[in-house]
């Protein structure tokens, strides 16, 4: 199950909070591939606020998913798009940074 943590500031919670049900779709297409068909269900999407931090953007998208062949080809493509995807959509955002987190193992019950 991939997670998808966006830091930010509460200035920008609520922009941010009416885009998540068309992220999470969009998160779906960007990490399906032909090893993995992901459901929009299957992605867990958390806006945090931290009390302090010295972010590099505005916004910043942390993902964390299973390494798979294509992913791991595509994933400069996928951050892109996803950048692309919250300035266009969510300009209140500000400045955005995507990083992906490709992992070998995990598990969730």
Known sequence: MPTVNI????SRTKPLESILPELRKVVTRE???????????EISLRILVPEASLRIAN??????AH???E?????????I???KYMQKTCPQAGS???WLQLTELGHSE
């Open 7 to 10: 830091y930010t500031d509460n």
């Open 31 to 41: 990490l399906s591939c032909g090893d993995k068909k992901l459901r929009d269900d």
């Open 59 to 64: 916004t910043e998208l942390e993902i964390k």
């Open 67 to 69: 390494s798979y062949a």
């Open 71 to 79: 992913r791991v080809k595509r994933q400069d493509e996928i951050c």
């Open 81 to 83: 798009s996803l950048r």
């Open 96 to 98: 955005v940074y995507v």
